[in-house]
């Protein structure tokens, strides 16, 4: 009887946690409104049951319903639109003009723009909720506020609050093109646009919009930087429209990104001089169709003269010329004119030791300082070189007094592990914003210029790059839509700490569990050091392929050529003098409290050693270590860590929905492979360079691995990788001419349980197949179907496939067999078996 008691409640207990965990893809993101379990529910049981909007506008609506949704998802109940004011307790949205009736103050606190108070309101016996704002956007914010509160169990008996942003700009920007593909984008094709138009069906981008709303991001620049002139195009305006009219009801502002070059490209003039009258006349027109279009059009994001964008250079002329001419069309508008502090010189020469493409910003933008219309923003990204694993702040928030500035934040992860490794960026993003660059003295924070505190601009703030897409879950990795949240959390508050940020979105994404929460937080708040550890040490930058795909392992890639992302190592030493005294000069770009912090070598921090000074291998860090025992060292560390990401994700399981911990784990299995491959390439190049052995004897030691290339091929032949530090003895191997090929070994270690890796080439076109045989026993069989940013063999395709619990004895034969496909040649690198741990 009481077993069959205990098989009872089993079969309850596993339908109830069946029933919990529905199966969910991440498209919710945070916005989940997963149901209350009762003890919550009896937490808010006594909230009213209607709702009233003072009011009238599309936005105002989205809040109202946004509300009635949450609630109803949440608690179950659905809340009674009210058309006027009641006798009940009530949700009260609306204006603070309509609002202040409701509560009886003499001075009531005036708010910002955006910003909102949510308020308990005890009236007789009833007892309302208030949820005003100056604007609509505000309110709707506010009920994002609210039910953000009760989706983490929040007390809101009592409520008072005022909430306002820090910075009155929070910006989106994309780089999508028009034919739906994306620039660094890894999440699917574009939610914007298809074939060279404005995709017909718009839900994503509805969807897209509640969720900026939703982290108080209220403008949104859809279209890639490397801009297609189409944009401006007569029968792109109303497709535009379009996307502007979709995005409204959520309060976020549509712009778009202008080449500068678009009066020659499609004006058919012979022009582009931004101070050509014609040239500007042309634009005139251009910006008033589209406000006579899209009235609450938010305004241009211009690149130029970057990267072989046309720009004013052409012309013999400077960014404020150009920035100028279009703020000033722009202004009677209500536009704004986001011009990217990204502009520099790709062909610079590497033989010159004074170069240094980090200076350009600063030395480009800071003489033009007080010469920008006001609303023109200059927009630096977050480090003077390029969404590096580790950069210093960027000098140019320091060199910007009299102009409004925004931070350029990589949401997409395009040098940190493109949304295939987990990497959240908040530790660092709050390391930048907390930086004090003294430039008015101490307590000149990054955050408090955005804010406009510093230097009283009133039109700064944070944009940051995005590149969602088709895929259901946003961005790819279950895990990616962490680093959206934390942007539009800090943009509103950078006082937030990235621990809580991180403890938000993990309760909203993946439920309150406390061992869900503990893990995930602990997994995403170590993983950008993480990440730093196994890619790029001591502020060397991300060494990866900064010529390729800027995702597997690429020392040498930024060596010798003009795009200057230099860490010069040679055989003597690693790092780039960037000091006034012997360098390029970079850190005297600094207020002097932290340009002498970075001149000298004793007073540069560890992390940022290799970004400022060249010093030899044999230099012992604060921390004690020598600077190659450091690569060494931290490069093993962070695979290690990586590793144990997939074995925290494991224990896990049954405590996340199905589809979305098979997803992560799928991810983070591929990232503790590349992890190790980043490893060996970092270390063996800098231990071939330098001549210095790992003190701890691992690097150019790999006892379980037997080589492809060693093994019996039959149909197989071996390849050379290129760069060599890329696989395992600088070599693989490829199936070219057979329709099938095999490889083989015999094992020959003492019998037990082991653990196998397949270390194999994952190419983009192609599916291979492989087959695992010990003796004629098949024991494993995969397709090798990831989409990874490579179609040759090399750091940017090796993946690893881990096949456990395998008893093998020593004579026993090893096959591997596969056919390969498309121009994907079935690449083998290694295979290493070792006991099961
Ligand atoms: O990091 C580089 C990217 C380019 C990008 C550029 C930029 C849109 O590799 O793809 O171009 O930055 O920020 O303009």
Not at 64 to 83: F, K, N, S, V
Not at 180 to 193: D, K, L
Not at 476 to 497: I, K
Not at 521 to 540: I, K, N, V
Request: glycine letters at 10%; proline letters at 5%.
């Amino acid at each position: 009887m009481r077993i069959l008691l205990l098989a009872i409640i089993g079969i309850l207990q596993f339908q109830t946690s069946a029933i919990l965990l529905h199966a969910e893809t991440g498209r919710d993101a945070w916005l989940r409104y997963a149901r209350l379990k009762n003890h919550a529910l009896d937490k808010y049981a006594g909230l009213p049951a209607s709702v009233v909007v003072h009011g009238d506008s599309a936005v105002l609506e989205k809040a109202r319903d946004e509300l009635i949704h949450g609630i109803q998802r949440m608690l179950g109940r659905t809340l009674r639109i009210e058309r006027a004011p009641v006798k009940e307790s009530a949700f009260i949205l609306g204006r603070i003009f309509s609002l202040n009736r409701y509560i009886s103050e003499t001075s009531p606190p005036v708010i910002a723009n955006d910003g909102f108070r949510l308020a308990s309101v005890e009236s007789g016996n009833t007892s309302s909720i208030v949820i005003m704002s100056p604007n609509d956007r505000g309110v709707l914010y506010g009920v994002f506020a609210l039910l953000r509160k009760i989706a983490l169990e929040e007390e809101i008996e009592s409520l008072n609050e005022i909430h306002e942003p820090s910075a009155p700009v929070r910006w989106a920007n994309h780089w999508d093109n028009l034919d739906g593909t994306i620039e660094r984008g890894y999440a699917g094709p574009s939610i914007f646009f298809e074939n060279n138009n404005v995709r017909q069906d718009l839900t994503r981008v509805s969807e897209y919009g509640r969720l900026l709303a939703s982290i108080g991001i209220h403008g949104c620049t859809i279209n890639n930087v490397n801009a297609n002139p189409r944009v401006l195009q007569d029968d792109f305006l109303p497709q535009l429209a379009r996307v502007a009219d979709t995005f409204r009801p959520w309060g976020v502002r549509l712009a778009v990104s202008v080449d500068l070059s678009s009066p020659e490209k499609i004006g058919g003039m012979g022009t582009f001089d931004p101070l050509n009258p014609a040239v500007s006349k042309w634009w005139e027109t251009r910006i008033s169709e589209i406000y006579k279009r899209i009235p609450d059009f938010g305004g241009f994001t211009v690149k130029a003269d970057s990267e072989g964008r046309p720009g004013p250079s052409s012309y013999g002329r400077t960014p404020d010329d150009a920035a100028n001419m279009l703020a000033r069309l722009l202004k009677p508008h209500g536009g704004l004119l986001f011009y990217r502090a990204f502009v520099y010189d790709h062909h610079l020469d590497w033989r010159n030791l004074k170069n240094d493409r980090a200076r350009a910003a600063y030395d480009i933008f800071h003489p033009l300082d007080g010469k920008f219309e006001d609303n023109v923003i200059i927009q630096i990204k977050h480090g003077p070189i390029d969404f590096q694993i580790r950069e210093p702040v960027s000098p140019l928030f320091g060199g910007l007094t009299q102009t409004a500035s925004a931070v350029e934040l990589p949401v997409m992860q395009e040098y940190t592990g493109q949304q295939k490794h987990l990497c959240f960026l908040m530790p660092y993003w709050k390391q930048i914003l907390d930086f004090d660059l003294h430039t008015n003295g101490p307590g000149t924070y990054v955050k408090d210029i955005l804010a406009g505190k510093s230097f009283g601009s009133e039109l700064s703030g944070y944009v940051a790059v995005i590149n969602v897409g088709m895929d259901d879950n946003w961005l790819g990795h279950p895990m990616g839509m962490s680093n959206l949240y934390g942007f539009g959390r800090l943009a509103w508050n950078p006082d937030l700490d990235a621990s809580v940020i991180a403890d938000e979105w993990t309760r909203l994404t993946f439920g309150k569990n406390p061992k869900v929460v503990e893990t995930v937080t602990d997994m995403l708040l170590t993983s950008w050091e993480t990440y730093e550890r196994y890619t790029g040490p001591l502020g060397a930058q991300t060494l990866t392929n900064i010529v390729g795909a800027h995702f597997g392992p690429g020392v040498e890639a930024s060596e010798r050529n003009g795009w200057g992302q230099w860490h010069r190592a040679d055989e003597k030493g690693v790092g780039m003098d960037r000091t006034v005294k012997t360098g390029t000069g970079f850190a005297g770009q600094y207020a002097p409290p932290i340009a002498e912090i970075y001149e000298l070598l004793e007073t540069t921090p560890d992390e940022l050693l290799l970004w400022f000074h060249h010093v030899p291998y044999t230099y012992r860090l604060n921390s004690g270590k020598t600077v190659i025992q450091h690569i060494y060292d931290s490069h093993y560390e962070g695979a290690e860590r990586a590793e144990d990401y997939v074995n925290q994700w494991r224990s896990l399981e049954g405590l996340i929905d199905e589809p979305r911990y098979g997803r992560a784990l799928k991810r983070l299995e591929f990232q503790a492979g590349h992890a190790r491959v980043w490893r060996d390439a970092v270390c063996n190049w800098f231990h071939k360079m330098s001549g210095i052995a790992d003190e701890k004897g691992r690097v150019g030691h790999y006892p379980d691995r037997i080589e492809a290339e060693a093994m019996d091929l039959a149909g197989y032949t071996a390849m050379d990788i290129i760069p060599w530090e890329n696989s395992s003895g600088g070599k693989g191997i490829e199936c070219k001419a057979e329709e099938s090929c095999t490889a083989a070994f015999r094992f020959d270690g003492d019998a037990g349980w082991y653990q196998m890796d397949v270390e194999y080439f994952d190419q983009n076109n192609g599916q291979s197949r492989f087959r695992i045989f010990v003796n004629d026993q098949m024991v494993d069989d995969w397709i090798a179907d990831d989409m990874l940013p490579a179609t040759k063999p090399g750091g940017d395709s090796s993946s690893r496939r881990r096949i456990g619990g395998l008893a093998l004895r020593a004579g026993d034969e090893i096959r591997i067999e596969a056919i390969p496909d498309g121009l994907e040649p079935a690449g083998l690198d290694f295979v290493s078996i070792y006991p099961e741990r």
